[in-house]
């Protein structure tokens, strides 16, 4: 009786030992200064091992190990289950012997003798530190598969093997497979579960780090000397544990294995959620590449179309509104194909303008046809109520759900047309081959009149003697009546500012002016986004005709438009469509605030008209600025890179500025 309770005392003792290891090794996982410390060992020099053969090797033995674990463990879940299917490695393989049984002399005996985990790291990573990282970890867990294996094999011998029963009960092996511990079962069973789960860990660092080579861009999707480290404490955890399950028989629970479990289950999730997402990277690398090829020489506008969507999703993708009915791309064949890309937010304007050029009876006897891509990052019900309600109002072609777009020509669509949220209508011809990047622009300011809406024909009208854009950008739609007050010859004043102390101060002034009896036509255009988006409009229609910059109407409107974004406030003083002052809304209020007090007197007297005398004395207030600049929104692709200042001979700088303005404006 004496003697059974030294022994247990002593078993109890080695079980403490043990137990204080696995909590050793639990702490090391996140112990970020001794892992620097193993990774500073790594000093490849060793000639290449085949590791796709090795680990070929390794995953037949722990795959088939595994199952017959899995017998023992569950006899009655694993029944017709077979055997797992062997890989053949390649003809001649020839393993690292010496390197992975001095590996398995470190994580067996050596391990439970020094019951120092740390030293025994420091010893298996010094063994294998001419080895590149993925031979590493393979190398380790061959150590494994050769412990794990060998002792699993002899489960299966059969009654008249005398040779293989006398092994496996010097090895403990009954003690395993016929416990009369429930308890000591399920032990067996998370230990096996641990190992499967290390076995798929280092077999995503081999696929990737065979399947990476191709994409050097992609090498750090998945930190390989982290992930390394992190295995083989894995690998190590598992023979410890195996090793004392199988000593200590008796009284060995592996209380918290579950826990370390627990632990390798997480970083076996980060590193396979890295490696899925490198995958998806791969492929949407491939698709870009191909992608890339077809937009740059397209055969047809039916092959461009479909790279557009996700054919194999949904082989009819396309709505027609006015038909109710759902269609295939091929449809579109041999036509002019207007591709409207925009999100949720299209306006009713843009959209009004699209259904009049669609009406028009040329536009399909020339065999055009308009198709939205819907481009919607966003997801839920209310998104998807928005999206059906806009493709009610659409005749035209429509993609059936925002889904069905190609994430990655999405990415193509925003750096090769450069769609960048703000609604565009790229137009191609039946080969496929666009004739125009953004039309949208034109389609505002002119309407069927831009028809066909290639570039050639926005340069055209841009460039029509006489033009003014000041009766180009205000219409009877962007403010009733203007037309009958340019054709009247009166004095319009167009201001807008972001600060309303400056509107007022504008407007006091000018109140008492028109009080005295000079007709001045005045309108706040501040919130007018019509306004504003016929301004814009035809600033990016002359950059896409790569308009000179100093020709006097680009420099009217990029004068306006700095001063609204970078002066406080822009003033424009017209009489009729002629342009008197385009300034900022300070210098302009500057000079209508000393009307009464200056110059009404010329006016009142008849000796000058308002618009001369303004000028006369806004020379004699105006102080010339130390810098000329103008601002140019982001228009990306057509922002030009030299430009000579107006004033001076010299190169203007390009500043580079990030702003928003919540959707105003």
């Known amino acids: 009786m004496a003697s059974k309770t030294l022994g247990q005392i002593l078993r109890r003792e080695r079980s403490k030992v043990d137990q204080s290891m696995l909590n050793s090794l639990l702490a090391i996982f996140d112990d970020e200064k001794f892992m620097k410390e193993m990774v500073d060992i790594h000093a490849p020099d060793e000639g290449d091992v085949d590791v796709q053969s090795l680990f070929l090797l390794v995953d037949n033995a722990l795959r088939g190990t595994a199952a017959i674990a899995d017998s023992v463990v569950n006899p009655k879940g694993t029944q017709g289950s077979g055997s797992p299917a062997f890989k053949q490695p390649k003809e001649g393989f020839n393993p690292p012997l010496a390197a992975i049984n001095k590996v398995a002399c470190e994580i067996t005996c050596k391990a439970l003798d020094t019951k120092n985990v740390r030293e025994t790291m420091i010893s298996i990573f010094h063994e294998l530190s001419s ?317 069927w009149d831009a028809f066909p809406f290639t570039e050639s024909v926005g340069a055209s009208l841009c460039s029509k003697p006489g033009i003014s854009w000041f009766e180009l950008l205000l219409t009877d739609m962007v403010i009733p009546k203007i037309n009958e007050a340019i054709k009247s010859q009166k004095y319009i004043l167009l201001y807008g500012a972001e600060d309303n102390k400056a509107i007022q101060e504008i407007e006091e002034p000018v109140k008492k002016i028109i009080e005295d009896g000079v007709p001045i036509a005045a309108h706040n255009v501040t919130k007018n986004q019509l306004f504003w988006s016929r301004l814009e409009s035809l600033m990016l229609l002359k950059l896409q005709t790569k308009a000179d910059v100093h020709e006097p109407l680009m420099q009217d409107i990029l004068s306006l438009y700095t001063n609204f974004k970078k002066d406080g406030g822009f003033a424009v003083l017209t009489r009729g469509s002629r342009v008197v002052i385009n300034d900022s809304i300070v210098d302009v209020t500057k000079v209508l605030s000393q009307y009464e007090t200056n110059w009404s007197k010329q006016v009142k007297g008849n000796e000058t008209t308002f618009d001369a005398a303004f000028q006369k004395h806004r020379e004699r207030v105006f102080v010339l600025p130390r810098c000329h600049h103008f601002y140019i929104p982001n228009m990306v692709g057509y922002i030009p890179e030299d430009v000579k200042c107006p004033v001076c001979p010299r190169l203007m700088k390009n500043i580079v500025k990030f702003e928003c303005c919540h959707g105003a404006h």
């Open 131 to 447: 080895y590149s990282w993925v031979n590493k970890v393979v190398i380790t867990l061959s150590s494994l598969a050769l412990f794990y294996g060998d002792f699993w094999r002899l489960a299966q011998i059969q009654p008249s093997d005398k040779l293989a029963e006398s092994l496996a009960i010097l090895k403990g092996l009954p003690a395993i497979t016929k416990p009369s511990d429930v308890q000591k079962i399920q032990v067996y069973g998370v230990l096996n579960e641990m190992i499967k789960t290390t076995l798929s860990m280092t077999e995503c660092i081999v696929e990737f780090e065979h399947d990476s080579k191709d994409v050097p861009e992609l090498s750090t999707a998945i930190d390989i000397p982290s992930s390394v480290y992190q295995i083989i404490i894995s690998v190590l955890a598992c023979s410890i544990q195996f090793t004392s399950l199988i000593s200590l028989v008796d009284d060995y629970k592996g209380k918290d294995l579950s826990t370390f479990a627990r632990k390798v289950n997480m970083i076996h999730h980060t590193i396979k959620r890295h490696y899925e997402d490198y995958k998806q990277k791969k492929e949407e690398i491939r698709e870009y590449q191909r992608l890339q090829r077809l937009f740059n020489a397209p055969t047809d506008n039916v092959e461009l179309i479909k790279a557009l969507v996700y054919i194999k999703d949904d082989p009819q993708p396309l709505y027609i509104g006015s038909k109710k009915t759902t269609d295939k791309v091929e449809s579109l064949r041999r036509k002019n194909v207007m591709l409207l890309i925009s999100d949720l937010k299209l306006t009713s304007h843009d959209l009004s303008i699209l259904i009049k050029i669609y009406s028009e009876r040329k536009f399909h006897e020339e065999r055009y046809e308009i198709m939205w891509v819907p481009i919607i990052e966003q997801e839920g019900e209310d998104v998807n109520n928005q999206f059906k309600n806009l493709q009610s109002q659409m005749p035209w072609y429509s993609v059936r759900y925002p889904k069905l777009i190609n994430r990655v020509a999405i990415k193509i669509i925003k750096e090769k047309w450069h769609y960048r949220q703000e609604t565009i209508v790229t137009v191609l011809d039946p080969q496929g081959r666009v004739s125009n990047k953004n039309a949208m622009s034109m389609m505002r300011l002119w309407e």
